[in-house]
C-alpha cells in the first residue's frame, strides 16, 4: 500500500514497511554493477577516516562531525546518483559539498552537531544524577545493587530514544535534500524528519536489516564494513529518490 503527503513546500511518498528491504536491494545492485565495487569501497573508506578523525578534535569533536557528516553527506549523494545513472563514482565525488552548496549544508551540519551536544549534556546530567543517587543511597534499604537508580537510568534511555530518533530522522536524507533538490536547510531538516517519520515502518526495516548486516560484516573480522558503509550510503539513496522522486 502506498499513499502521499503533502506540506508547503516539499511533496513525499508513504512507502510499506517491504521498502525497506527494497533500499537494500537497489543498493547492492548499484554497488555490485561492472566497475562501481571497487570506487564505493574508496569512497566509503574515506569517508570513514575522515569522520573518525573530526571525533578526536578538542572541544568540538562533536560539532566537527556533525558538521561534517552532513557536507560528505552531500558528496555522497551525488556519487550515487552517478551510480543511478550508470557512471562511475570517483573520490572527488565524495568532497562535492565543498564546491557547491557548502553554506547550506554547514548549517544543517551545525544544527544537527549542536543538538547533539545539547542531547549528550541532558543525557551526562541524568547519569550522573543517577549515579550520585547510588553513591548517597547506596546502603539504603532499595538502593541495593544500585537499583535505587533504576528511574534515573530509564530516564536516560528515554532521553536517549526522544532524542538520538528525532536527530537521525532529520539527518538522514538532509544532505540529498539539500545538495540534489537545492532546498535550504532547516526546509531540508524538516523534511527528512517528516518523512521519515512518515515512513517509520519501512524504516525500522531498513533499520532491522541494517543491525543484522552489521553483525555479518562485524564477524568477518570487521572487513565486511568496507562493503557495508558504501552499501548504507547507496541504500540512503535509493530511499531519498522512492520517498521524494527522482530529482
Known sequence: ME??????????????????IDWWRTAMRGMFASGQFL????IGFVATVVLLVASFVPLVGTLAQGWLGVVLGGGLAVAAR???DASTPSLEDLFAGFRSRLRELSIAGLVLGVAGVVLGLLVAVVGF???????VHGDTPGYAGGLGALP????????????FVPIGMAAWLAPALIMLREMEPVEALKASLRAAWANSGALTLYGLVFIGLALV???????????????LYLSTYAAYVDIFGDD
Do not use: H, K, Y
Not at 570506487?39 to 574508496?42: A, F, G, M, Q, T
Not at 544524577?129 to 553513591?135: A, D, H
Not at 534515573?152 to 532524542?163: F, K, N, Q, R, S
Open 82 to 84: 552517478r551510480t543511478s
Open 129 to 135: 544524577g543517577g549515579f550520585l543517587g547510588v553513591i
Open 3 to 20: 499513499s502521499s503527503a503533502t506540506d508547503a513546500s516539499q511533496r513525499f511518498e508513504v512507502r510499506d514497511w517491504g521498502a525497506g
Open 217 to 231: 560484516a562485524s564477524a568477518l573480522l570487521g572487513l565486511g564494513w568496507f562493503v557495508l558503509l558504501p552499501l
Open 152 to 163: 534515573a537510568w530509564l530516564l536516560l534511555m528515554l532521553v536517549l530514544l526522544l532524542g
Open 39 to 42: 570506487p564505493w569501497v574508496l
